[in-house]
């Protein structure tokens, strides 16, 4: 052989060991460690946890009410600032996040609707990519679970005690506080169940905090002192549509639709406004010690992880399925796409993947989780998903073409509350309510983050409102929804 082939030889040798190099260093950065270079996922997710009731979010609520557990996986990984959801309503959230799919197209626009389980799913698309698969929890589709290799799930919304389960073998009923049982059933799962031998994609469903709020007795007792009204608790609704005063959601609405039934009837010869700040320490307290629950038991998750040796290869996420209103414009539940409602609490850590304590300020949704389950699966995302893998994101990489807004779309009507749909940005939000006259409001977030000054008819916001209905519309061509 002589120099010149040598020469050549070396060059092909160096050429397939650096794309080797380059690709093996591709592959762990999406956090893989296994035999098969693919992460176990274990998905938490809560039913209305507001952000703002996570400590680790560091609002007004984070001395008083801090969350521990959750906050570890936000220390140990990463937090997101902007997550938001595309349809603020409990089985619509958990439809999107199963087909990556908004309403329209997934079919289950409001509460009442039945899922369709002959359809892609994640569940299924990870169970083909090699995952065994299971969820545990609440599941509010009306339909049974498909894609799962085991489940056992409440019926509708379940109680808070001793909850019957729907699993592949029939009705199980258990006796204890749901938020336990949950997580006894995921661990159960985890420890004689799964198989060693696959990676799995795991989902825990917790009840807690969606209403009637019913703490356990450990946690009956906290939050004695009264806890802070919120500052827009007193809101008079000045400049806004009459979307906030029509709804019957108010904190004076809260407490005999939802704590009469357990605690009897209310005090008499209160004024309505001592009854107004009287009804929402009832409310407020009961909310925060079931989430005490939900916290303790992902400390039992992550602990479990641990000592099983799991926690190094194992993707811990933890959400809610929508946001919540905490007295917040002197209202509670959710529906409407103030930030309150609108923003969902999200934090993950990957050990030695994921930088500790890091943040993320992107424009991401529940649209976009399963083509991230399947980002880190390293399995093909179809063409038909309309979500976004956020993987580069866990690893504080912000794609050029990330979105620069996100697309809102609620259709129930109940309480008072009706279809709406509208556009956020980093800075601005336009709503459009689909009833009320057809109203439409616009915020400014930097300047008026608490939302309590629509400029929709302000002139020096015309070219803003301009183009926002512009990006409206083209976000409703993407996604469909003409």
Not at 99 to 105: C, D, E, I, M, V
Not at 175 to 195: E, M
Not at 375 to 382: C, E, T, V
Not at 432 to 455: C, I, Q, R, T
Request: hydrophobic content about 35%.
């Amino acid at each position: 052989m002589n120099s010149s082939q040598q020469s050549l030889l070396r060059f092909g040798f160096l050429s397939i060991a650096s794309l080797l190099i380059t690709y093996l260093a591709a592959t762990l950065s999406y956090g893989e460690e296994t035999a098969t270079g693919r992460p176990n996922i274990l998905f938490i997710m809560s039913d209305d946890h507001a952000a703002h009731a996570v400590s680790c979010y560091r609002g007004p609520l984070a001395s008083i009410a801090p969350t521990p557990n959750i906050d570890r996986i936000a220390k140990e990984g990463i937090r997101f600032t902007n997550c938001f959801c595309t349809n603020s309503l409990c089985g619509p959230s958990r439809a999107v996040l199963l087909t990556g799919k908004y309403s329209h197209l997934n079919g289950f626009m409001r509460n009442g609707n039945t899922f369709n389980g002959e359809q892609q799913t994640v569940a299924k698309l990870m169970q083909k990519a090699g995952y065994t698969t299971a969820i545990f929890g609440k599941w509010h589709l009306g339909s049974t679970p498909t894609g799962f290799d085991d489940y056992e799930v409440l019926i509708g919304q379940g109680p808070y005690f001793n909850p019957p389960m729907k699993s592949p073998k029939g009705i199980v009923h258990h006796k204890g506080y749901t938020t336990d049982i949950i997580t006894d059933r995921t661990l159960n799962w985890l420890k004689t169940k799964r198989s060693a031998d696959q990676p799995f994609f795991l989902m825990c469903h917790h009840k807690a905090p969606h209403a009637n709020w019913e703490p356990d007795k450990k946690h009956a007792d906290l939050f004695e002192a009264d806890v802070p009204e919120p500052p827009t608790f007193n809101d008079d609704y000045a400049t806004r549509s009459g979307a906030l005063r029509a709804h019957n959601l108010h904190i004076e609405d809260c407490y005999n639709r939802h704590f009469r039934h357990l605690k009897g009837p209310a005090a008499q010869g209160m004024s309505p406004e001592a009854y107004r700040r009287w009804s929402y320490q009832v409310y407020i307290k009961d909310y925060l010690r079931v989430i005490a629950s939900v916290d303790d038991n992902i400390g039992r998750l992550l602990d479990y992880l641990d000592q099983a040796g799991l926690a190094e290869n194992t993707i811990v996420i933890y959400t809610s399925d929508q946001g919540f209103f905490l007295g917040d414009h002197n209202t509670y539940d959710k529906r409407f796409m103030y930030e309150h409602s609108l923003r969902m609490p999200l934090v993950a850590r990957l050990p030695g993947k994921i930088a500790a304590g890091t943040t993320s300020d992107a424009l991401v949704m529940n649209l976009d989780f399963a083509p991230t389950f399947l980002q880190l699966a390293r399995a093909k995302i179809p063409t038909d998903i309309q979500g976004a893998g956020f993987v580069p994101l866990l690893h504080g990489k912000t794609p050029d073409d990330w979105r620069d807004a996100i697309y809102y779309r609620f259709y129930e009507k109940a309480y008072g509350v009706g279809p709406m749909l509208g556009v956020r940005t980093a800075r601005h939000k336009l709503i459009h309510y689909l009833y009320d006259g057809h109203a439409s409001e616009l915020f400014d977030l930097k300047v008026d983050p608490n939302e309590m000054n629509n400029v929709f008819e302000n002139e020096n916001y015309r070219e803003v409102r301009e183009s926002l209905e512009k990006k409206l519309s083209d976000l409703q061509t993407q996604y469909g929804d003409t």
